[in-house]
């Protein structure tokens, strides 16, 4: 299946996907990945969470450890590269990887060159899947909170998801929308970046954080766990009551009286 | 500066109150003002795109184009030099004085002229060099350097102004407000350009067909610079040229809509050649750019030119881009030095550009700097960034810095210049990312470690080098049972 123009009904929809769940949520944060599986499974698509899964190789790419990433793609590959079905990611930082960052890196490997383009092709970050290949915007999600957005930079940038994480924001039934005055600059993650260079990404937490108390929101949503850890970590040092929650948590979030 | 460690500055920078704020408001207002700019020119990306092709042919057949350029300015009555290294370029400006008989230069904003630290050379020729851009007038006078490459001042307050311009005696009525302070300098700086034998401009375009040369200001300092004294030199990097004066149109109409979302700056000289009699006579007075075009293209070397120095001198600065041509970090000589990507860089607006201790900082800085010089005593420039790709959706000609700060990182790596905890512990990933079994061990280990010293599932403080991360943030502990493991209980 391949990426669909806007609003474009969708020739073929999948049915059953994989789901590369990333070493964040399957370490730190499972209950994301949950959520991930029962908004797909209310859509009616099966999900398959190949066995093998690790890490895709981003951290030690982003850090210059090329042959370290090109090792860890390499077994990604393999992995999901078992079947042809679609990939799914909740991850933009994860999503860049498999989809630009590791055919580049294996651009001249004879044996994986190819099945690195192959896995590209089919894998699409959790928003961009829902909007763009399922065409679907509003997944009958339903939330109390008042929900500031941080748009993460690699789904941003990396993969240009401005629009789709935002309308299945602005379909959630009950939220307060609290707009962050910087809603896209960088919270000062950057992987390793954070423990090479704290002071700098520290500063821009605090200038982050910030902007996410001026907001008023008591729910700060992103599509990364990568960045909201951060975010979440320095809201608890600050003993803020702010809570920071990938968007799948809140698009599984359902009425209690819904019957459903 | 100089002895100062990246880290030092960095701290220093950051504890600085005042500059934080400097910072805030003068990068809020480029970053607003480019924005405004770019959404009131609705062909901005087509504009893009056809700029960035004009730079990538260019660079990608830089040799021909600088033949090219040489063969016209000296059909105009113009001299080239050339010069490979820093040494060579000041050596053949003082060279230029001292044949010219010069005592007295005024300057307009070069970046390159910094790079090379003219000044100081040029003091060592006896020549007394005024700057005459206003904030690099103050630099000047405060024996500072820029903190940006077209806002040199944006580190300093009104108020950090004024307190320099007292002690040139100026009053209180002169300091009440920027307007009497601009025209306090203004006073100063008119009397120098009429002393001046000499004058030292930058270039921000060379047009390979004409021979000319494009320089953008704001103040009216270059054309007073470029026209008053009796000789002019042009300091130039050799990857400033574009193939035609056309092709000089499109970079001209980002250029000021990048820096700071003006149209075009409010100076904008085209120079082809030094003042000169020719078959068609003097044609006085200023030609729109449009007559210059029909005028070169038709009857280039015989054109007459009233106006401008007795000589004119252009100096090619090579100083280690010739080593970027056909590499990976080729891409940044595609350049135009508007600043969109340091006023919008995350890390720049913190810090600040004294902090990169380069003559360029910001996201360019920090890949052109190790390009040019090495990346040895670089090294730190490349992994100040998180990555966050705001200089590459700034960049008006598309220039992928994130790519470039990405394969320095790894030249880091191959020349053992990362810190070797960082190497061992993403060597350790690797095995066991490629390892299934014993991720999921390590899995185990890390849940087990973590919730030990975790209260309410976070850890306020890591051990050895992640200690980094808890001295500004808690630590989430590992799951106690991981995604992989609920899954395959529940769902297999």
Redesign the interface.
């Known amino acids: 299946v391949s990426q669909l123009p806007p609003g474009a009904a969708p020739a073929a929809r999948p049915t059953r996907v994989q789901l590369l769940?990333t070493?964040l949520?399957?370490?730190?944060?499972?209950d994301v990945?949950?959520s991930v599986v029962s908004v797909l499974e209310r859509l009616g698509i099966d999900v398959d969470?190949p066995?093998?899964?690790?890490?895709c190789?981003q951290?030690?790419?982003?850090?210059?450890?090329?042959?370290?990433?090109r090792?860890?793609a390499r077994?990604l590959i393999d992995v999901f590269g078992a079947s042809d079905l679609p990939v799914v990611v909740p991850s933009g930082s994860c999503g860049d990887m498999v989809i630009h960052q590791a055919p580049a890196l294996l651009a001249d490997d004879p044996v994986y060159a190819e099945r690195a383009r192959r896995l590209a092709a089919r894998t699409h970050e959790f928003t961009a899947f829902l909007v763009d290949v399922l065409g679907v915007r509003d997944v009958g999600a339903f939330a109390k909170d008042r929900v500031a957005y941080h748009a993460a930079?690699?789904g941003?940038?990396?993969l240009g998801l401005d629009r789709q994480p935002r309308e299945l924001l602005d379909a959630v039934t009950g939220i307060e929308r609290c707009p962050l005055d910087e809603e896209?600059?960088?919270c000062?993650?950057?992987?390793?970046?954070?423990?090479?260079?704290?002071?700098?990404?520290?500063?821009?937490?605090s200038?982050k954080i910030a902007s996410i108390e001026r907001s008023g929101a008591d729910t700060v949503v992103a599509t990364d766990v990568s960045c909201l850890?951060?975010i979440?970590?320095?809201l608890?040092?600050r003993g803020s009551a702010i809570r920071a929650r990938h968007l799948a948590e809140l698009l599984d979030e359902r009425r209690a009286t819904s019957g459903e | 500066m100089a002895s100062a460690t990246f880290y030092t500055r960095v701290d220093d920078a950051l504890k600085n109150k005042a500059l934080g704020a400097a910072m805030d408001s003068a990068t809020k207002r480029l970053v607003a003002g480019r924005q405004a700019g770019m959404a009131a020119f609705p062909e901005a990306e087509t504009v893009r795109d056809h700029a960035r092709a004009i730079r990538a042919h260019t660079i990608g057949q830089l040799g021909g184009y600088l033949r090219q350029f040489e063969a016209a300015v000296r059909a105009r009555g113009g001299h080239v030099h050339w010069a490979q290294t820093a040494e060579q370029a000041v050596a053949i400006v003082a060279d230029i004085a001292r044949q010219h008989d010069v005592r007295r230069a005024v300057k307009s904003k070069s970046m390159v002229s910094e790079e090379i630290d003219l000044n100081a050379a040029l003091a060592r020729a006896g020549v007394d060099v005024l700057e005459t851009d206003l904030g690099e007038f103050v630099v000047q006078i405060d024996k500072d350097h820029p903190s940006h490459i077209v806002a040199p001042i944006i580190h300093k307050s009104r108020h950090d102004v004024a307190t320099s311009f007292r002690a040139l005696g100026a009053t209180d009525e002169d300091l009440v407000d920027v307007p009497q302070m601009t025209a306090f300098a203004r006073r100063l700086l008119r009397a120098g350009f009429f002393k001046a034998d000499m004058g030292i401009s930058g270039g921000n375009f060379g047009v390979a067909e004409t021979g000319s040369i494009c320089i953008c200001t704001n103040e009216g300092n270059g054309r007073l610079t470029t026209t008053v004294p009796r000789v002019h030199v042009a300091l130039m990097g050799i990857e400033r040229l574009v193939p035609t004066l056309s092709d000089l149109g499109v970079m001209l109409q980002l250029l000021g809509r990048s820096a700071t979302g003006q149209k075009l700056t409010v100076y904008t000289n085209i120079i082809t050649g030094p003042r000169r009699s020719g078959a068609h006579g003097a044609s006085g007075g200023e030609r729109a750019a449009a007559a210059v075009a029909t005028d070169l293209s038709t009857d280039a070397a015989s054109g007459a030119e009233a106006d401008g120095p007795e000589h004119l001198h252009i100096v090619l600065v090579d100083n280690g881009r010739s080593g970027l041509l056909g590499g990976e970090l080729a891409e940044i000589l595609y350049c135009i030095r508007c600043g969109a990507c340091l006023n919008v860089c995350p890390v720049y607006q913190q810090v600040g550009g004294h902090a990169y201790g380069s003559v360029y900082p910001g996201p360019v800085g920090a890949v052109l700097t190790p390009g040019l010089r090495g990346l040895s005593g670089w090294e730190e420039l490349p992994q100040a960034s998180s990555l966050c790709g705001a200089c590459r959706e700034v960049c008006p000609v598309r220039i992928d810095i994130p790519r470039m700060l990405l394969s320095l990182r790894a030249e880091s790596t191959r020349l053992a210049l990362t810190p070797a905890w960082v190497n061992s512990g993403l060597w350790l990933l690797g095995r066991l990312a490629e390892r299934p079994r014993m991720f999921r061990a390590a899995q185990t280990l890390a849940a087990r470690a973590t919730r030990l010293v975790a209260r309410n599932g976070w850890i306020r403080w890591l051990p050895g080098h992640l200690s980094a991360w808890t001295r500004e943030r808690d630590f989430p502990a590992f799951a106690s049972r991981t995604f992989m493991q609920r899954w395959e209980r529940t769902r297999r």
């Open positions: 769940v070493c949520v399957d370490s730190l944060f499972p990945g949950f969470v066995a093998g899964q690790t890490c190789g951290p030690a790419f982003n850090a210059g450890s090329f042959d370290n990433a090792a860890m077994h930079c690699h941003l940038r990396g896209e600059t960088c000062g993650f950057g992987g390793l970046f954070s423990v090479k260079m704290p002071e700098i990404s520290g500063s821009l937490l200038r850890m951060h979440a970590g320095g608890k040092r």
